[in-house]
């Protein structure tokens, strides 16, 4: 039963914007779960509208180029937008404090060699570096979670390494290590707990980054390709109705930026976050 009180004791513990930003960042990731189950409309139902609809009671999104609900197709592109943004966000944060904690527990020359690519890789504009490896490489989804988690890994590292190396001599790490404990022991047993609030935030901060770079790669053409369309894409072909005011344009854009000011709201009430009592209302 106390179990269960945890995620309410965690929501109460957040401020309001942070509440507002966890129930934004919650509704989209339901959408891209089970969004393609609720759309209203096939996501290929073309001419089942006018070109470029305003809002309506059968079409609350307005239709796009095609007649096609675009509501649907933002239900649909959610899967994309988020899961693959989701996807090298997690993989991106991982590897990035694997190897920091890696660099602070073995010797120098790991250290060094990590820490001078790492340095040269953050010297390259992250969004130049996606372009460069799309155009070589292709654009597939699995390339595309390639491309951003390659992208992003660099700035995980850079802060899971500050925060490995100033709590690898504090005295609890110093004890394990005289009591004689595996340096894998010592790197997940002491340091990354007392490290994993600050990288779960940055791990949120680099999600909102790749949402906003992969959009930013469709919205080139370089993202995720037809038949799929991630929000992004959906910008772009319908890109022409810009100038007769179209919700086609103008709804797939609100959805990139809810849930990035969402994924915001919640990642800042983290840092003034109330404690939490875990213990409260045991029998």
């Known amino acids: 039963m106390n179990t269960l009180l945890l995620p309410l004791r965690f929501f109460q513990s957040l401020n309001n914007a942070g509440r507002l930003g966890l129930l934004i960042t919650l509704f989209w990731i339901f959408m891209a779960i089970f969004g393609t189950a609720l759309a209203p409309h096939n996501l290929e139902d073309i001419g089942g509208g006018p070109m470029f609809g305003g809002f309506s009671a059968e079409y609350w999104f307005g239709t796009d180029y095609l007649g096609r609900d675009i509501l649907s197709r933002i239900m649909f592109g959610a899967r994309y937008s988020i899961g693959l943004a989701l996807s090298a966000a997690l993989l991106a944060s991982i590897i990035g404090t694997l190897l920091a ?30 372009l460069m490896i799309v155009a070589v490489f292709g654009s597939s989804l699995p390339m595309l979670i390639v491309t951003a988690v390659f992208t992003y890994w660099p700035g995980a590292y850079r802060i899971a390494y ?59 053409g370089l993202g995720v390709q037809p038949p799929y369309a991630d929000w992004g894409t959906l910008v772009r072909e319908n890109l022409q109705g810009l100038f007769d005011g179209s919700p ?11 849930l990035t000011i969402g994924a915001n709201l919640f990642i800042d009430s983290l840092q003034a976050m109330r404690p939490i009592n875990w213990v409260k209302g045991v029998a």
Do not use: C
Request: hydrophobic share 55%; proline share 4%; net charge positive.
């Open 101 to 130: 904690l890696l660099a602070a527990v073995t010797g120098r020359w790991l250290e060094e060699i990590l820490g001078r690519i790492n340095d040269a890789m953050l010297i390259l504009p992250g969004k130049i570096l996606a």
């Open 162 to 220: 500050a925060m490995a190396s100033s709590l690898r001599s504090m005295d609890y790490v110093q004890a394990s290590r005289l009591r004689g404990e595996s340096r894998w022991y010592i790197a997940l047993h002491d340091i990354l707990p007392n490290m994993l609030h600050p990288m779960l935030t940055d791990f949120g901060l680099r999600f909102v980054y790749i949402v906003l770079m992969l959009s930013g790669l469709s919205f080139l």
């Open 248 to 258: 086609a344009v103008l709804m797939p854009a609100v959805a990139i930026a809810s």
